[in-house]
């Protein structure tokens, strides 16, 4: 697939189902997507989705990285706080 997204970021908001978006991170990691990330930011989780590999949750990390992209998951998640 010539236009797959080689990389992926899902923030949930607080009205998304994580079960169905689960099943979305799925879907693009089997389209062609290398990774992917689900921020979930009212639990301070991320879930790392990787091709060949079940996902990975973290949980209250402050910020997340790959290949020099750093995202800083405190500011992000600064205004789902309040």
Not at 33 to 59: F, H
């Amino acid at each position: 697939m010539g236009d797959a997204r080689k990389f992926v970021i899902e923030l949930l908001s607080p009205i998304d189902r994580p079960r169905l978006t689960r099943a979305k991170m799925d879907e693009w990691i089997e389209n062609g997507a290398q990774l992917g990330w689900m921020i979930d930011c009212s639990n301070k989780t991320v879930a790392v989705y990787r091709v060949g590999w079940q996902p990975e949750e973290v949980v209250n990390a402050s910020s997340i990285a790959v290949a020099g992209f750093v995202l800083d998951l405190e500011a992000l998640c600064l205004p789902c706080r309040g």
